[in-house]
């Protein structure tokens, strides 16, 4: 995910927070045109912002730019959600196990924290407990010593989350426990065990896909 940390607080990073999580939630679904005018209204901002935006969004795979026809929300299918989901089983596997390499005592204190805060989240704000849900998962990474590959990792999340949006939508989602599959991850990391950490995190990955409605399945 880009963010512009030269100017934290100017009017293109703002939109881009807001554009960005409007596509992660499906507020705009995918093959939705964005026009530039109408978000500009729509925001309360200028049309320069959104545009830079929107460019920034292109470089996220959250958005397309097709030539003399505009920014559109990128599509969702069934090959796109595959490949993301299996280049996030092999790399946050092979973080994961370099993680658990290099794991401190302090690093074990953080991923337990990350997790309290994740499933103690209140209130009604859903961006916080998706950002704590995040911060839970890269918190079981950090310790591989590799930025490029955990910004990788942050990005292939943030494109499969769109898919656990479309997950959410079949009827049986209730029934699934995403705690029990959190907790048999650290579990497993605390324990240093690599192997059975890897495979936890690929199940959890996996079952999106069992959830998934036509035409994604």
Same mark, same amino acid.
């Given at each position: 995910m880009n963010?512009?940390?030269?100017?934290?607080q100017s009017?293109?990073?703002?939109?881009y927070?807001?554009?960005?999580?409007?596509?992660?939630? *499906?507020?705009?679904?995918?093959?939705?045109?964005?026009?530039?005018s109408?978000?500009?209204?729509?925001? *309360?901002? *200028?049309t320069?912002?959104?545009?830079?935006?929107?460019s920034?969004?292109?470089s996220?795979?959250?958005?397309e730019?097709i030539?003399?026809?505009?920014?559109w929300?990128?599509?969702a299918?069934?090959?796109?959600?595959q490949?993301?989901?299996?280049?996030?089983?092999?790399l946050?596997?092979?973080?994961?196990r370099?993680?658990?390499?290099?794991?401190?005592r302090?690093?074990?204190?953080?991923v337990?924290?990350?997790?309290?805060?994740?499933e103690?989240?209140t209130?009604?704000?859903?961006?916080?407990?998706r950002?704590?849900?995040?911060?839970?998962?890269?918190?079981?990474?950090? *310790?591989?010593?590799s930025?490029?590959?955990?910004r990788m990792?942050?990005?292939?999340?943030?494109?499969?989350?769109?898919?656990?949006?479309?997950a959410?939508?079949?009827?049986s989602?209730?029934?699934?426990?995403?705690?029990a599959?959190?907790?048999?991850?650290?579990?497993?990391f605390?324990?240093?065990?690599?192997a059975?950490?890897?495979?936890?995190?690929?199940?959890?990955?996996?079952?999106?896909?069992?959830?998934?409605p036509?035409?994604?399945?």
């Amino acid at each position: 995910m880009n963010t512009p940390h030269q100017k934290p607080q100017s009017a293109t990073n703002r939109t881009y927070l807001k554009l960005h999580e409007a596509i992660i939630v *499906g507020h705009y679904t995918p093959g939705h045109q964005l026009k530039i005018s109408a978000l500009s209204s729509e925001l *309360g901002t *200028g049309t320069t912002p959104v545009r830079e935006a929107l460019s920034l969004l292109v470089s996220d795979q959250l958005v397309e730019r097709i030539d003399q026809r505009g920014f559109w929300v990128a599509k969702a299918s069934r090959q796109h959600f595959q490949e993301v989901l299996k280049l996030r089983c092999q790399l946050e596997a092979l973080a994961l196990r370099d993680s658990i390499d290099m794991a401190t005592r302090e690093q074990d204190r953080q991923v337990i924290q990350s997790l309290f805060v994740y499933e103690n989240q209140t209130g009604n704000d859903p961006q916080s407990r998706r950002q704590a849900h995040k911060s839970f998962h890269m918190a079981l990474l950090k *310790g591989c010593g590799s930025s490029i590959l955990l910004r990788m990792c942050g990005q292939l999340h943030d494109l499969n989350t769109r898919y656990r949006y479309l997950a959410r939508q079949s009827d049986s989602y209730p029934n699934r426990n995403p705690g029990a599959e959190h907790h048999a991850i650290l579990a497993a990391f605390l324990e240093r065990d690599s192997a059975r950490a890897c495979n936890a995190l690929t199940q959890h990955y996996q079952t999106t896909r069992i959830f998934l409605p036509d035409p994604f399945i």
